[in-house]
């Protein structure tokens, strides 16, 4: 009887052995399959990454202009329109469509004060205007607002001055992509 025993021991560790193998050969099998259907999943939805804008042809050639030529919203703009291969020109031709910067501002509403009376926090509200024109037509006007809630320390000055400059660049780049993303849902 211990005989059985020992050798129904050593067919149940074999049968063990030989699952457990299959089992770990198929986790590995099915993870190494997990990107790839990750991919197909991802791209099947019709996901892709920001950053090139389909324009429509009438603004694959355009004249930027700007009440501010040298403003870091001009300047963030054009390197924008020229990552999506769009054509600036240096002239103005009533032909070409033109995109003028009208204004950008920035303005702060005080949101909390400190038992002292220095402010503790501020709303930052980024204003951009720009107006669209095509050849013969109306002008197209837009305007929108970036908003940020930005946490003032007099204790941390020169760190809270940094991290302001941070802010606005970072809300001057959204604008720049703002406006190429408008731009793109104009269909003629």
């Not at 709303?123 to 951009?128: G, K, N, P």
């Not at 930005?150 to 970072?170: C, G, I, N, T, V």
């Amino acid at each position: 009887m211990s005989q059985v025993n020992k050798h129904l021991a050593i067919i149940k560790r074999s049968i063990l052995f030989v699952v457990h193998a299959k089992v770990s050969a198929f986790k590995s099998y099915h993870w190494s399959l997990f990107p790839l259907m990750l991919s197909v999943m991802v791209t099947g939805c019709g996901f892709q990454l920001r950053g090139d804008y389909l324009l429509a042809p009438e603004l694959q050639t355009l004249y930027l202009s700007s009440v501010d030529k040298h403003g870091e919203l001009t300047r963030l703009t054009r390197q924008h329109l020229t990552r999506n291969q769009v054509t600036l020109v240096e002239t103005f031709t009533p032909q070409t469509p033109e995109l003028r910067i009208l204004k950008d501002e920035l303005d702060r509403r005080t949101l909390s004060v400190f038992p002292n009376g220095q402010v503790a926090e501020y709303e930052l509200i980024y204003t951009v205007n720009y107006q669209l024109r095509f050849a013969n037509e109306d002008i197209q006007s837009f305007s929108f607002e970036i908003n940020r809630d930005y946490q003032d320390d007099p204790d941390l000055a020169l760190a809270k001055s940094r991290e302001l400059s941070l802010m606005l660049r970072e809300m001057r780049q959204e604008a720049a992509d703002k406006i190429l993303r408008n731009m793109a849902t104009i269909q003629r």
